[in-house]
């Protein structure tokens, strides 16, 4: 119920396209899902999120799409640049008023764009 | 404001020594979060706190780990006594949050922990 399943592990995107990166989740009381950027050696940082009122969100180069019945979102990344090379990791929480923001975290995705 | 502050960056110890992680969260901040990141197990949740009392640690491996916050500006997380098998990166993350708004977290650089 609390796992968050992302895929592919591993990922190589030509420079200009577009990467694609899955999430599915089983537990339907999450209601916020962000995307985090991890550059080696630093912590992830948070790079877009969503909540299920809507069924995308784009900021810049980088769009979520939602599907609340299918239980999956994804990250689309356009124009992908050798800079975006890093590993992605999607997560989910709740944001009841009972416990935190406890995120759960997918397995990442190292994307690695070639120039 | 400097982030989350995390020290040590790296620490390598022997087998059986205790070992000690530091983490300063945001100013102004009411949650923190310890994570352990490994290949083979991703980013796991080991405890949070909410202001200052701990809320969830049912992350925590075992006993050997124990984590304190005796202040709003900081936390600890202890590992007594260290195993090889403790060996990965402890991430300390910090976020504000109120009645059905949630932030994102803010992660720091993380500590290298090498147990050998």
């Known amino acids: 119920q609390q796992q968050v399943k992302q895929s592919p592990q591993s990922l190589i995107v030509q420079k200009g396209g577009i990467s694609i990166i899955n999430c599915a989740y089983e537990n339907t009381a999450f209601d916020y899902f962000p995307w985090y950027q991890q550059f080696p050696g630093k912590g992830p940082a948070l790079l877009i999120a969503?909540?299920?009122?809507?069924s995308e969100k784009k900021e810049g180069r980088f769009t979520i799409s939602f599907n609340k019945s299918a239980k999956q979102f994804s990250l689309h990344i356009m124009d992908s640049q050798p800079g975006d090379s890093a590993t992605y990791f999607c997560a989910a929480s709740t944001a009841g008023l009972q416990g935190a923001q406890k995120l759960v975290f997918g397995q990442g995705t190292r994307l690695t764009i070639n120039p | 404001d400097a982030g989350v502050i995390q020290s040590p960056r790296h620490e390598v110890t022997e087998m059986g020594q205790e070992v000690t992680l530091r983490c300063k969260p945001i100013?102004?901040?009411?949650?923190l979060f310890w994570y352990r990141q490994t290949m083979m197990r991703g980013l796991e949740l080991l405890i949070y706190f909410n202001n200052n009392v701990p809320i969830d640690d049912s992350g925590m491996p075992e006993d050997r780990f124990s984590a304190k916050m005796p202040n709003a500006s900081f936390s600890t997380l202890k590992i007594q006594p260290s195993e090889p098998r403790d060996s990965a990166v402890y991430f300390c993350?910090?976020?504000?949050?109120?009645?059905?708004?949630?932030?994102?977290?803010?992660f720091g650089s993380g500590t290298r922990l090498t147990v050998v």
């Open positions: 993350a910090s976020s504000l949050r109120r009645y059905r708004t949630n932030y994102g977290y803010t």
């Open positions: 969503i909540r299920p009122d809507v």
């Open positions: 100013s102004g901040h009411d949650y």
